[in-house]
């Protein structure tokens, strides 16, 4: 069983301040992927890293995959409310994996004006 | 107009109840999913369908069954459940399970209580 361990689990952070979440994992995973879920919402993806030391921007969002292909983390420079909402991370364990990803339970991020 | 479509957003039913969760998805895609969220938990993989067809149930109690008439259309129904059973079930779809570009599309969810 591939467990995604997210840290910290709860995050409050006033708005115009840096944040970093993190996901690991003592497995090897093919994909990773980060998707935000907003209050009475479905996920919504972000970002997917694939390769080892990947490093992806999304405005003000900075994903990286770890060199071994088992961590990730989210940096987010300046929140703003509207970043406000749960981060989850996937990750895809084997190429054949269907619609098997691995979830994280989530890092709650809470963003005050 | 939303993706993935699901209805209701919210039920409260009691444990002797019958009920269905209906899932839409309008991006033509081929796989559909039921997932289950429960509070400080990682989402769990219910069912997978590709193409109409169950490729995953993932020890699920037969107390949930699933039910997918077209590549369009998943329901969830609902019978005998217990109060641990209340949680967020969401409907998700993808174009490219099983693959490194695999991106799932969630609805927003059910609401359920099962008092």
């Known amino acids: 069983t591939q467990l995604l361990e997210q840290s910290p689990q709860f995050l409050s952070i006033q708005e115009g301040e840096n944040l970093t979440v993190y996901c690991n994992s003592s497995s090897v995973f093919s994909s990773l992927q980060w998707y935000r879920q907003e209050p009475g919402e479905g996920p919504v993806l972000l970002v997917t890293?694939?390769?080892?030391?990947e490093v992806k921007k999304l405005k003000r969002l900075t994903f990286q995959f770890g060199d071994a292909r088992k961590d990730s983390s989210l940096h987010i420079t300046a929140a703003q409310p509207g970043d406000t909402g749960l981060y989850l991370c996937?990750?895809?364990?084997?190429?054949?994996?269907?619609?098997?990803?691995?979830f994280g339970a989530g890092t709650q991020v809470v963003v005050t004006p | 107009e939303t993706g993935v479509t699901q209805t209701p957003r919210h039920l409260v039913m009691g444990m002797t109840n019958k009920k269905s969760l209906k899932c839409e998805q309008h991006?033509?895609?081929?796989?559909m999913y039921w997932y289950k969220q429960s509070a400080k938990k990682p989402l769990e993989l219910m069912f997978v369908y590709n193409f109409k067809e169950q490729t995953e149930n993932n020890s699920v109690p037969s107390r949930f069954s699933p039910e997918c008439p077209n590549s369009s259309h998943l329901f969830l129904h609902l019978h005998t459940l217990q109060p641990e059973d209340s949680a967020l079930y969401l409907c998700?779809?993808?174009?490219?399970?099983?693959?490194?570009?695999?991106?799932?599309?969630f609805g927003s969810g059910t609401q359920l209580s099962v008092l």
């Open positions: 991006l033509g895609h081929n796989a």
């Open positions: 998700a779809s993808s174009q490219d399970p099983g693959t490194v570009n695999e991106k799932l599309f």
């Open positions: 996937a990750g895809a364990g084997a190429t054949d994996s269907w619609g098997k990803l691995q």
């Open positions: 890293v694939v390769t080892g030391g």
